[in-house]
């Protein structure tokens, strides 16, 4: 099974920079992803992360390694449409059909 | 929109009473996941669908609930005799190939059951 421990709560300004960090305990490892979720919707795709280092896309990256079981999402430029969720979830590699183990995700609240 | 459409968006039933979900994935899809999502909580697994066959279902899953996919095209999610633990977001998720690459799920709006 999977341990997957997140931030509650975050605040920032609006222009500032967050990092969200995501640290997972898992027998098996088989990529990490995340997503953000605004109040009363679904999920939507942010990130994937399966090897070491960073990947970015505009505003957000996402950063992972594998040996500390560690990853975070930075925010950059932050806009108030920012304020949201962030679920970090882990696909672990026993789990051949892809389901994915998520944390209680941080609640990122942008002020002006 | 191709997206993941779910159906009913909210359902309020009393206990004891029978409902079911209805959840239609992206065509191409052939992977359907379910998951519940209490509030302040991250969504919990609870059964996994490969086509028509369901491979996977959570431990989280009593016998109350069923979930099929006839044809492997939608999927339904019944839960019997609801009782006020029930209550929650209930998301269906889809997504295409095998479990290496991304191949990220993605989410519909979600189905809030309130048991009253």
């Known amino acids: 099974g999977q341990n997957i421990d997140q931030p509650t709560e975050m605040t920032a300004t609006e222009g500032a920079i967050v990092q969200i960090n995501c640290t997972y305990q898992t027998s098996g490892f088989n990529g990490l992803f995340w997503y953000q979720q605004h109040a009363g919707e679904a999920p939507t795709f942010l990130s994937y992360?399966?090897?070491?280092g960073l990947e970015e896309k505009g505003r957000f990256s996402s950063f992972l390694s594998r040996s500390k079981g560690y990853s975070y999402l930075l925010l950059k430029e932050l806009q108030m449409k920012d304020s949201a969720s962030y679920l970090c979830a882990v696909r672990d590699i026993g789990d051949s059909w892809g389901k994915l183990q998520f944390g209680a995700g941080t609640q990122v609240v942008v002020t002006p | 929109d191709t997206g993941v459409s779910q159906n009913p968006r909210h359902k309020i039933t009393k206990r004891g009473q029978n409902v079911t979900f209805r959840c239609d994935p992206i065509s191409e899809h052939n992977r359907l996941y379910w998951y519940r999502q209490t509030l302040g909580q991250g969504p919990e697994f609870l059964t996994y669908?490969?086509?028509?066959?369901?491979?996977?279902k959570s431990r989280l899953l009593s016998d109350r609930f069923s979930a099929e996919r006839p044809k492997g095209s939608f999927s339904t999610l019944e839960i019997q005799r609801t009782e006020q633990g029930d209550s929650a977001m209930y998301l269906c998720?889809?997504?295409?190939?095998?479990?290496?690459?991304?191949?990220?799920?993605?989410f519909g709006p979600g189905t809030r059951l309130t048991v009253t």
């Open positions: 992360n399966v090897l070491d």
């Open positions: 998720a889809s997504s295409s190939g095998p479990s290496g690459g991304a191949y990220e799920q993605y």
């Open positions: 669908f490969q086509n028509e066959a369901q491979l996977e």
